[in-house]
């Protein structure tokens, strides 16, 4: 975002003045006859500076300094003065004011002050965006738990795109969190505060489609008693996730793909037009592309939906989360149903790294509660016959390893001395369970 001067006087001779010195010299430059109309032009994300008069009929620039601090302390605000005000400016400055500049000035001094007081603005807006990042990070590594490589790929992937208006697409196994991915993708984006709006595609009757999605009105049909918004039409302004896309009826499709070309609805029995502004995410398991090859799915519309595509990792490929989640989950049952889960013992952990999880994170949650409701003793996943004790003992090792890379960025170092291992034993472990110390170095 390029850099704004506003300029404020109720002259205009010395406004066009000063506009031309500052053009001239590279600026942006927003002039304002009076206080309450720079007002209007100033937000918290201003990337620039406010320069203005003292003396200025009605709303004068002491009072301008106090409204735009409430709006944003940090803004550099620079007085212009007359001789005689100069007392008034230096009550000014003890007020906030970044500096202030009497007449007439040349523009060799207006430049200085107005070079150092954008400096100083570029390092505030830098502090915030670093701080705002910083928070955001905390928010979604607290709701997408996990320290494997593929998790933090994933983190990253949805940070980049949650800002976007892009459509997108989550493949992912059954239970492996698509849905909180939507709303991660939601909840951090510009869209936060509006709705946002899930509809599993499996679970609607297929002749109920078209009015879940479009809503109808009054006698639409038989049946059709007052009006009804749609999913689509209620997701206005936000976000519409749709889980398991690939069941949609193909008819749907068609006119989904209309909405999403045109940005307009039609309510079933009517013959008005409604304007939407929604964001699209879809889920589903199996390969869209493939669905389409096999004339279940409409090609066109693949390519409306997967504008970027995330891929959400089963759980048996990021084993080393599996004791975090576990934990969590475990920590959710107990205050839901007020017991204390007893600790893991070496050998459920084992079983615990050394089951696939076909059902991902659900199956984890589910085995959670089980183990705080006292039933784990016989019912933690058992592995298939020929999955015995060293299998097991292998898997506990590999995650170790896993998650001392994970934890230390890949510094061997740190991990030899956080496992207790020399180099060379370190060294062959990896080997044997296929680790590279390049999958886990830290990102600059």
């Not at 002491?62 to 001789?83: A, K, N, S, Y």
């Not at 007020?95 to 200085?112: C, H, M, N, S, V």
């Not at 701080?131 to 983190?155: C, N």
């Not at 589910?366 to 016989?378: F, K, S, T, W, Y």
Request: hydrophobic share 40%; charged share 30%; aromatic share 4%.
């Amino acid at each position: 975002m390029s850099e704004t001067i506003l300029f404020v006087d109720d002259e205009a001779a010395i406004r066009d003045a000063v506009q031309q010195w500052l053009q001239l010299s590279g600026f942006e430059v927003r002039l304002c006859s009076s206080a309450d109309e720079c007002l209007k032009s100033v937000s918290r994300e201003l990337p620039g500076v406010v320069i203005s008069d003292v003396r200025m009929p009605g709303t004068d620039g002491l009072t301008l300094l106090e409204r735009l601090q409430q709006i944003d302390r940090d803004l550099p605000v620079i007085m212009v003065t007359g001789h005689g005000d100069v007392p008034m400016a230096v009550q000014a400055m003890r007020q906030g004011a970044y500096d202030f500049i009497e007449k007439p000035f040349t523009p060799e001094r207006l430049l200085d002050s107005l070079r150092r007081a954008l400096e100083k603005r570029r390092l505030v807006q830098e502090n915030r965006q670093l701080r705002e990042q910083a928070a955001l990070k905390d928010q979604i590594e607290s709701r997408l738990l996990g320290v494997s490589r593929p998790m933090e790929t994933l983190r990253r992937q949805i940070m980049a795109l949650a800002g976007t208006p892009v459509n997108v697409l989550i493949r992912g196994d059954t239970g492996s969190g698509k849905e909180l991915v939507a709303r991660c993708l939601h909840d951090f984006g510009p869209r936060a505060d509006k709705p946002f709006v899930a509809l599993n595609c499996a679970a609607i009757p297929e002749q109920l489609f078209e009015t879940e999605l479009f809503g109808h009105e009054s006698g639409a049909f038989t049946g059709a008693q007052g009006k009804r918004i749609g999913k689509l039409e209620h997701a206005n302004g936000g976000s519409l996730f749709l889980d398991e896309i690939e069941s949609m009826p193909l008819a749907q499709q068609v006119k989904l793909l209309r909405v999403l070309q045109e940005q307009q609805l039609e309510r079933l029995g009517s013959n008005q037009s409604i304007k939407v502004d929604l964001r699209v995410i879809a889920a589903t398991k199996p390969d869209l592309l493939e669905e389409a090859r096999a004339g279940r799915f409409r090609e066109d519309l693949v390519y409306r939906l997967n504008v970027a595509e995330l891929r959400l990792p089963p759980l048996r490929e990021r084993r080393e989360d599996i004791p975090l989640l576990f934990e969590h989950y475990a920590l959710l049952a107990s205050e839901k149903f007020g017991r204390e889960a007893a600790p893991l013992s070496a050998s459920e952990l084992a079983r615990l790294l050394a089951h696939d999880w076909p059902g991902n994170v659900r199956e984890l949650a589910n085995a959670a509660e089980r183990h705080v409701l006292g039933l784990d003793r016989a019912e933690l996943p058992i592995e298939p016959a020929g999955n015995g004790l060293f299998e097991r003992m292998e898997a506990y090792e590999a995650q170790c390893i896993r998650q001392a890379l994970g934890q230390c960025k890949g510094d061997i170092k740190a991990v030899m001395e956080l496992l207790g291992l020399p180099r060379r034993t370190l060294n062959e472990k990896m080997q044997r369970h296929g680790l590279s110390r390049g999958d886990y170095l830290g990102e600059d």
